[in-house]
């Protein structure tokens, strides 16, 4: 899996602050705004100056976006509303399989055939996963020459990205190095890690209960060891543990709220990301919230069920929470 980042040890706290509204960010907007206060913030040196060259490339690249949009009149066929815990983009060459992917885990009704470019616009279908949906998106092919205008924009928007290639296909190597070139190239994804707005992904190899799968598997390997491809394949192999680790990229905690007096709300959690806090919890459940908030009591991670906790109390996937005023 690619995407893991690794921060300079002597970014400030306002600068994280900064990254986490960008990484909240819903709009174009949003995002520029919380890049320009990253760049403000963060200590100029030469141990940043990387990390500053990625924002300003970003932030260029966000505001070309956004003139675009505004030149066409605000209507871009490529944009996907988020839905559910997270949305996860597919990415990917001709015929490597994406459609039958999403067609096999969310049952979502997509075109399916063994010719290029039937998948013209972005499709989407929703993946259950335990109590929650995550929404997974088809889109359009790419090859080296050509990227359809404004699809750049929806990886970048993704929370997360699964890459994908054909393992039973001669060419996987081409698509393999096509797609992560590319990506880097558009400042999408950073296999180096470094970045810290770049969109996590996973490389997934899928038709891997074809005959020259396993194969092409070791070469690829042996090409790019350090490299980790993920064998699927639409017929059922590995999809169980995929939408495991799908969860595991969003890098979110699913959180059951519970009234004075009542049992928990267990088939709605709030989804929050990693690292959130009893606060970031009120500011989802409502407005007033924060304000008001004292403390509240925790069952799950805390030392005993119902325990009462600080505002800064740090909260894990699936604990229950009751929020005191």
Not at 69 to 98: R, S
Not at 279 to 292: C, G, I, S, W
Request: aromatic share 6%; hydrophobic share 40%.
């Amino acid at each position: 899996m690619g995407g893991e980042v690794k921060m300079p040890a002597n970014l400030t706290p306002q600068y994280y602050s900064a990254e986490e509204k960008y990484r909240k960010a819903a709009t174009p907007e949003e995002k520029t705004e919380a890049l320009q206060e990253m760049l403000s913030v963060m200590p100029k040196h030469k141990g940043t100056e990387k990390l500053q060259a990625d924002l300003k490339k970003r932030l260029s690249q966000l505001r070309e976006e956004s003139q675009k949009k505004k030149q066409k009149g605000g209507y871009n066929p490529f944009h996907v509303e988020k839905q559910g815990a997270g949305q996860v983009v597919l990415a990917g060459c001709p015929n490597t399989g994406k459609s039958s992917l999403v067609s096999a885990l969310t049952r979502a009704k997509v075109k399916v055939a063994d010719f290029p470019f039937t998948t013209t616009l972005p499709a989407t279908g929703m993946i259950p996963y335990e109590d929650i949906h995550i929404q997974l998106v088809d889109t359009p092919p790419f090859t080296a020459d050509s990227v359809p205008p404004g699809l750049t924009g929806t990886f970048r928007n993704a929370d997360a990205l699964l890459i994908v290639i054909d393992l039973s296909a001669g060419e996987c190597l081409d698509q393999l190095e096509t797609a992560i070139s590319l990506l880097e190239e558009r400042s999408v994804i950073d296999p180096s890690g470094e970045s810290p707005v770049a969109v996590p992904y996973m490389i997934l190899g899928t038709k891997n209960d074809l005959p020259d799968a396993s194969g092409n598997l070791e070469i690829l390997k042996e090409l790019h060891p350090k490299t980790i491809i993920f064998p699927v394949s639409a017929s059922g192999q590995n999809l169980e543990l995929l939408k495991v680790r799908i969860f595991e990229m969003l890098h979110v905690i699913r959180i059951y709220g519970k009234a004075p007096g009542k049992k928990a709300e267990m088939e709605r959690p709030f989804i929050l990301r990693n690292g959130s806090t009893v606060l970031d919890l009120a500011y989802t459940v409502h407005r007033d919230f924060p304000q008001k908030l004292k403390s509240a009591l925790v069952w799950g991670s805390a030392r005993f069920d119902g325990q009462a906790v600080p505002r800064d109390y740090v909260l894990h996937d699936k604990d229950i929470v009751e929020l005191v005023i």
